[in-house]
């Protein structure tokens, strides 16, 4: 991506901040991750009225089975045909949201480094721009209830970004929890949009707007991110592919898979 539209209002912190994204690339693993096991989320920002970054969040609906009425990122699991996460991200984007797949109008910033979900997903996100202002997402009633958006930089704060009302819980707060035999910190900030029944961001999703707003912006946030002892997500990422049960038989039956189709190779070839 080259620099940003000089038509945009960008303020200056979040022209540093696209810049970072644009540059970023992230740590390569290893290990191949099981495609059966792999999915994408999309990070979609936009520039606001005031020039700040925000990102497309949605609710999602209640009848769903898996994480009904949750605030997320529009994403799902890799399919056939997908060539990269960045196919299934936008994919998914446009099933569930009608965003435009064209990269025209919602260019490619980065892709960051791949998360570990509860339900035993490599998820990738995959951070866009949307530049084009005649973008007008239609919702998958089925799968979205709402959608609406929140300041990237409200991510590495723990004040919040819009006026708190009497009774209400901290903006930020945080809950440690133990997986796989070590701490690891949940993250929760409210939307301001609480009593209209949104759900706050939470978990899985606050994780990854935490780590796009880092290295955005390229500073930490003013609360501590990781529980004392907690693993890095890579270390979580390669702890989990060796010893997850449904993770290591993905891993095993695609491995089985291509050596069966070089074995094929190699006998149309004698």
């Given at each position: 991506m080259g620099p940003p539209r000089p038509d945009l209002p960008l303020l200056p912190e979040s022209r540093v901040c696209l810049r970072n994204l644009a540059r970023h690339r992230p740590q390569q693993h290893a290990q191949r991750f099981p495609r059966a096991r792999s999915a994408a989320v999309l990070v979609a920002l936009f520039v606001g009225r005031t020039g700040h970054l925000h990102v497309l969040l949605s609710r999602r609906a209640d009848t769903l089975k898996s994480f009904p009425g949750d605030t997320a990122l529009p994403g799902?699991?890799?399919?056939?045909?997908?060539?990269?996460?960045?196919?299934?991200?936008?994919?998914?984007?446009?099933?569930?949201?009608?965003?435009?797949?064209?990269?025209?109008?919602?260019?490619?910033?980065?892709?960051?480094?791949?998360?570990?979900?509860?339900?035993?997903?490599?998820?990738?996100?995959?951070?866009?721009?949307?530049?084009?202002?005649?973008?007008?997402?239609?919702?998958?009633?089925?799968?979205?209830?709402?959608?609406?958006?929140?300041?990237?930089?409200?991510?590495?704060?723990?004040?919040?970004?819009?006026?708190?009302?009497?009774?209400d819980r901290a903006y930020h707060t945080f809950e440690d929890v133990m997986m796989s035999e070590r701490p690891v910190r949940m993250h929760r900030f409210l939307t301001g949009r609480e009593h209209d029944g949104i759900k706050p961001v939470f978990g899985f999703t606050a994780g990854i707007l935490l780590h796009t707003a880092m290295v955005g912006y390229g500073t930490k946030p003013d609360f501590e991110v990781d529980a004392p002892g907690q693993r890095t997500m890579p270390e979580r990422i390669e702890y989990a592919l060796e010893n997850n049960q449904v993770l290591k038989e993905a891993v095993e039956k695609e491995r089985a898979e291509r050596h069966r189709r070089r074995e094929r190779r190699i006998g149309s070839r004698l």
């Open positions: 799902g699991k890799y399919e056939e045909g997908d060539k990269s996460a960045e196919d299934t991200a936008r994919r998914e984007a446009f099933e569930e949201i009608g965003l435009p797949i064209d990269r025209r109008r919602t260019p490619l910033l980065c892709t960051l480094q791949p998360f570990l979900s509860r339900n035993d997903l490599i998820v990738i996100p995959v951070v866009v721009l949307i530049t084009d202002p005649n973008v007008k997402p239609m919702l998958n009633e089925p799968e979205v209830a709402a959608l609406f958006s929140h300041p990237l930089h409200s991510f590495l704060s723990s004040t919040a970004p819009f006026p708190m009302q009497e009774g």
